[in-house]
Nanobody, 112 residues
């Protein structure tokens, strides 16, 4: 059974940093995307990493977020810097493009 487990969320002050983890079981991570859903909004794509480690970021994530993987741990990480309240959301990892199955995500709250 394929499972992706997100972790690393929490309460962060504006301007702070947080690193989210996406760990996989039952599959080897190849192309992975991070997505987020803010309160009252639809889920949106944030960033993705391809099987060849190419990365893509949407505009609000460029220059603030960094994707990287650790093949030994079969995990993908999303490092988020210079966080602002608008980054408050539940963050999910999924395949790229996403499958129909979503995990529980990890909550990131940016607030003073």
């Amino acid at each position: 059974q394929v499972q992706l487990l997100e972790s690393g969320g929490g309460l962060v002050r504006p301007g702070g940093s947080q690193t989210l983890s996406c760990a996989a079981s039952g599959t080897i991570l190849t192309a992975v995307g991070w997505y987020r859903q803010a309160p009252g909004k639809q889920r949106e794509f944030v960033a993705g990493i391809t099987a060849g480690d190419g990365t893509h970021y949407v505009d609000f994530a460029k220059d603030r977020f960094t994707l990287y993987r650790d093949n030994a741990k079969n995990a993908v990480y999303l490092q988020m810097d210079s966080l602002v309240p608008e980054d408050t959301a539940v963050y999910y990892c999924n395949a790229l493009p996403p499958s129909h199955s979503w995990g529980q995500g990890t909550q990131v709250t940016v607030s003073s």
